[in-house]
């Protein structure tokens, strides 16, 4: 009895050590080769799965039970979703429906069915195997090639959207691939399984309540999380949307991640987008790069050294001819030929669905494990390529448009032009005069009660904390001409904005000041524009102030001139010194004019 409560007490401890120590290899390998293909320009996701490969079962046998760490990093994958989902306003989800659904159809149909060919005819495989196999190799890499489009700044350009489009109709043809796998299964286990018209029946229903609880349930808690400023509470809402949506899916036989998707179609619209982008985002990065970590731990290394010649021709044969037919494809969908041909080029890969529904096909015992592994290695080799093929498609200048504008249209850039942080009484008439020169405007603001009011204008204000470096990102700060800080914060200071500015030196940068203290420290800063918030507002009364006493208007210019001037010498030897005392000479006194030193109105001046 005493060596059952022993065994019984030890085994957390062996537990907790397992998960210790395998986390710590799996995270420096993680680290050591990701920063390896990256400075390689290879790309993350190829470090992750050579660094899975390595110390894997198959590799050094460092770390074991890949298949739960699969299952469990598939959330990545439904994260992954959900922020695709939250790129999609509904408004330009409706104008793409061509490109999404006649475009993208016609891609993931011709691919998959010439490689089920391919497959068929070279290989000996049943036809339900290559089917298996063929329509999986259809999808691309989701995960790289939406990074490579934002950091070349042509994701909302009209050759960004069509690829975008490509690669969302891809995502959701998951939900009809899992289903003729499932239609094709042998594997007994599966008969009870619902048939594929119900099926069909569940998706319409889930979907229609997804929504539903988006605009009854999820908003209205988000609003009230707003009231309360906790973001924490922000990062748990934003978790439990993606799990419960997935939940859902999963407990109907659907795909998890069709149900993270339209969670984040329902937060597309929803002026807590961004804070909910940046929250989740980490969670997504991690758990993303722990499935392609899983992938290279459950790649059969031995299988593919026995058939090296198969994996490199048949990855070749897969990279080839996606890219002619997609490429074919996009010009007879209006593309020209040189951004045809880099659509062809960018999308060429495999995807890491394609992991997924691999493993879906073994399990319905279409295809062995060693087939699995083959075409999983196929798939991985293709998407080595894509780096290379990226850079080849550049040289095409396939993503810049034949304009020779150096900077983007505000029609090609709705995620706007110019950030505003800070929508009050401020914010609003600088965000007036950009839009009335027809610049694209992002606003943010942290005050729900602003927000709502904002609403009932027509204003699309979006919720969180505008000094936010990652929030600001997932409101597309690295494609904004200038970011304008309106807050109505004297502790806002260059310890604050000094990071912003090295994160996106593109932007411009122009700051609100509260007062002439708010304004001395940004004083080592190289910003855009600064401008004290009431300075303006205050000559303009004294102005009016003298009027009223019938100072001849001559005189009142006068004035105003020398103050001015006056205000300027002051505020550039306080600068100097760096001290708020600084010239304090230069202050008017009662009873002096100003033909004396001219001298301001006191310390809390503006």
């Known amino acids: 009895m005493q060596g059952q409560a022993a065994q019984v007490a030890a085994s957390p401890v062996s537990a907790t050590d397992m998960l210790l120590s395998e986390g710590v290899v799996l995270l420096g390998a993680a680290v050591l080769f990701v920063m390896l293909f990256r400075r390689l320009g290879l790309g993350a996701v190829l470090g992750y799965l050579v660094a899975g490969a390595l110390v894997g079962p198959q590799g050094l046998r460092l770390v074991g039970g890949a298949e739960s760490k699969l299952a469990i990093a598939e959330i990545g994958i439904v994260l992954l979703l959900f922020l695709v989902g939250l790129e999609l306003h509904p408004a330009r989800l409706w104008r793409l429906k061509?490109?999404?659904?006649?475009?993208?159809?016609?891609?993931?149909?011709?691919?998959?069915?010439?490689?089920?060919?391919?497959?068929?005819?070279?290989?000996?495989?049943?036809?339900?195997?290559?089917i298996a196999l063929g329509l999986p190799l259809a999808l691309s890499s989701t995960a790289q090639v939406l990074p490579g489009l934002k950091s070349s700044g042509r994701i909302n350009s009209p050759f960004g959207e069509k690829v975008f489009s490509i690669l969302l109709f891809q995502d959701l043809s998951i939900v009809p691939l899992i289903t003729i796998v499932a239609?094709?299964?042998?594997?007994?286990?599966?008969?009870?399984?619902?048939?594929?018209?119900?099926?069909?029946?569940?998706?319409?229903?889930?979907?229609?309540?997804?929504?539903?609880?988006?605009?009854?349930?999820?908003?209205?808690?988000?609003?009230?999380?707003g009231r309360l400023g906790e973001r924490e509470l922000f990062v748990v809402v934003g978790l439990f949307t993606v799990l419960a949506a997935a939940a859902l899916m999963h407990a109907l036989h659907l795909s998890t991640a069709l149900g993270a998707f339209i969670a984040g179609v329902m937060l597309a619209d929803s002026p807590y987008r961004h804070e909910i982008e940046a929250d989740v985002e980490p969670f997504r990065s991690i758990l993303l790069g722990l499935f392609f970590l899983a992938v290279g731990m459950v790649l059969d290394l031995h299988a593919v050294a026995a058939n090296p010649l198969f994996v490199i021709g048949m990855a070749g044969i897969l990279v080839l001819t996606k890219a002619a037919l997609i490429t074919g494809l996009a010009r007879l969908f209006g593309m020209e030929w040189n951004q045809a041909i880099g659509s062809g080029l960018l999308l060429s890969q495999g995807g890491e669905f394609g992991f997924v529904l691999f493993a879906q096909a073994q399990n319905a015992l279409l295809i062995a494990p060693q087939a699995a592994s083959l075409f999983s290695a196929i798939v991985t080799f293709s998407m080595a390529t894509t780096p290379f093929l990226m850079l080849f498609a550049r040289r095409l200048e396939f993503a810049k448009?034949?304009?020779?504008?150096?900077?983007?249209?505000?029609?090609?850039?709705?995620?706007?032009?110019?950030?505003?942080?800070?929508?009050?009484?401020?914010?609003?008439?600088?965000?007036?005069?950009?839009?009335?020169?027809g610049f694209g405007v992002v606003l943010i603001d942290k005050k729900p009660s602003q927000i709502e009011v904002s609403s009932q204008f027509d204003m699309k204000v979006y919720y969180g904390d505008g000094t936010r470096i990652d929030l600001l990102r997932r409101s597309g700060a690295e494609e904004a001409r200038l970011i304008a800080f309106c807050l109505d914060d004297p502790s806002l200071d260059a310890r604050v904005l000094e990071p912003i500015a090295e994160a996106f030196p593109q932007a411009a940068l122009v700051v609100r000041a509260f007062d002439r203290r708010q304004l001395l420290a940004f004083k080592d800063m190289d910003l855009a524009g600064i401008v004290r918030e009431v300075f303006e507002s205050a000559i303009l009364m004294g102005v009016q102030a003298m009027e009223a006493l019938g100072v001849p208007p001559e005189e009142v210019e006068e004035v105003e001139r020398q103050y001015r001037r006056n205000d300027e010498q002051r505020m550039a030897l306080q600068i100097e010194h760096g001290d708020f005392m600084a010239a304090k000479e230069l202050m008017y006194r009662p009873g002096r004019r100003m033909r004396l030193v001219a001298r301001g109105e006191g310390e809390d001046q503006a």
Request: proline content about 7%; glycine content about 14%; aromatic content about 8%.
């Open 98 to 130: 061509r490109d999404i659904f006649a475009l993208g159809m016609a891609q993931v149909v011709l691919c998959g069915c010439a490689l089920t060919a391919i497959i068929f005819y070279t290989t000996g495989f049943t036809w339900g195997a290559a």
């Open 183 to 225: 239609a094709l299964s042998r594997n007994p286990a599966d008969v009870g399984g619902p048939p594929g018209w119900l099926m069909a029946g569940y998706t319409v229903a889930a979907i229609a309540g997804l929504v539903l609880a988006g605009r009854f349930v999820l908003r209205p808690l988000l609003h009230l999380v």
């Open 401 to 437: 448009p034949r304009t020779g504008l150096d900077l983007p249209r505000p029609e090609d850039a709705p995620r706007g032009t110019a950030i505003i942080v800070g929508y009050g009484r401020f914010g609003q008439t600088v965000a007036q005069m950009l839009m009335g020169h």
